[in-house]
Each structure stands twice: as structure tokens, then as C-alpha cells.
């Protein structure tokens, strides 16, 4: 990890010039893209969770570090259609049907794209139709659903329902969360997994398809 302290500081501070400019000059001089994705990004990132998880620090910081994160994975981009880097996953993630709040969400698809997998985020207030026709069209691993309000969450059964209507919820895992939801709720919905926060999502998600 010494290679890439400069970098793992400045991300872990939320820096995100001092990470971009860490980042490019890691590529410059040569050094392997996944070992800057691994070592200088996604275990950063990790450690960062954890100390969330454990209430070492808040959204704000946790938010800055993953923002930082994503500027510099943007700069890797180009070399990840060349091999280089490999996925842990691919996780479609929403809002459902009726509820119009994103910043949970948001912060979940940071720290799982932090943690190696790939996210395609649908947004907010998304329909069960709209799940289903991404999922045909992409092959997600997980389906993420998240709800705010206690009012939307009968969305989540009925999206997991037109998953089973579509002959694809033996396809993929369903990962939910959102203040409301719990673990009991999650079970009887018949939903693969469930996660309180974000730094739990990324370990759930790990748990689900078997990565580390």
C-alpha cells in the first residue's frame, strides 16, 4: 500500500485534485491499472466503509471520499475496455415506484462502484416494469431497491413479483434497503438480502456473490 499512500490519503480525506492528480501520475509512470484500482481505489474505499460502519465518520466524509474516488476511476476508464480490470459484479440499482429520494441510494452505488462493482443506476420512482426491462436488458448479478417511505414499500414485493412474472428472479439476487425497511421485511418478501446502511450494502453484496 506504501505506492499509493498519496493517493489512498487524498481519497480517504475526500481530496478529490489531490486524488485525480495522484491517480494520472500513477498512469504516467507506467503502473498497472488494476493495481491502482485495487490497492490505490477499492481498498481505500474499503477502509473508508468500515469506519462508517463503525461511526468513525458521516456521510458527508463518507460522500467526499466517494466522490473523490469516482473522479479518479474516470481517468482509468479507458484502459478498462483492454482487459486490465475485472468487475465483482453488476448491481442495478433504483428508487422504486413512488418515491422520489436518492441520497441513500446515491451513496450506496459509490461505495459498491468504490468496491469493484459495476452500477447502472435507474434513478428514483421506478417502476416495477422499469426493473424488469433493465435487468432483461443488462443481466444484472443483484437488483437493488431502496424506499424512504413506509408508503412505497409495497413497490419492492410487486417488483419482485414482475422479476418472477418475467421468468428472471431465479437470475439475479435482491438486495434491499432504505430507513424503513428491515430485515423481517426483507424475508418476508421473499428479498435475497438486506442492508441498514452503505458500508453494509457493499458486504452484502460481496456475501451474495460469493467475491471478496
Known amino acids: 500500500m506504501s505506492d499509493f499512500e498519496s493517493l489512498s490519503e487524498a481519497v480517504m480525506r475526500g481530496d478529490i485534485k489531490g486524488a485525480v492528480a495522484e491517480t494520472r501520475k500513477h498512469l504516467d509512470a507506467g503502473i498497472n491499472v488494476s493495481e491502482i484500482l485495487n490497492l490505490g481505489l477499492i481498498g481505500t474505499m474499503n477502509e473508508v466503509g468500515e469506519r462508517f460502519s463503525r461511526g468513525l465518520i458521516y456521510v458527508p466524509q463518507m460522500l467526499r471520499s466517494a466522490k473523490a474516488m469516482q473522479e479518479s476511476i474516470k481517468l482509468l476508464q479507458p484502459y478498462f475496455k ?113 442492508a441498514s446502511d452503505a458500508g453494509s450494502a457493499v458486504a452484502r453484496a460481496k456475501q451474495l456473490l460469493g467475491v471478496s
Open 82 to 194: 483492454e482487459g486490465d480490470v475485472t468487475t465483482k459484479g453488476k448491481v442495478l440499482m433504483g428508487t422504486v415506484r413512488g418515491d422520489l429520494h436518492d441520497i441513500g441510494k446515491n451513496l450506496v452505488s459509490m461505495m459498491l462502484e468504490g468496491a469493484g462493482f459495476t452500477v447502472t443506476d435507474l434513478g428514483v420512482n421506478v417502476s416495477p416494469d422499469t426493473f424488469v426491462q433493465k435487468t432483461q436488458e443488462i443481466e444484472p448479478d443483484i437488483v437493488g431497491m431502496s424506499a424512504l417511505l413506509s408508503t412505497t414499500m409495497p413497490a419492492m414485493p410487486e417488483t419482485i413479483e414482475a422479476l418472477k412474472n418475467a421468468g428472471l428472479r431465479d437470475k439475479v439476487k435482491v438486495m434491499i434497503g432504505g430507513a424503513p425497511v428491515t430485515e423481517r421485511y426483507a424475508q418476508k418478501i421473499e428479498a435475497d438480502s438486506y
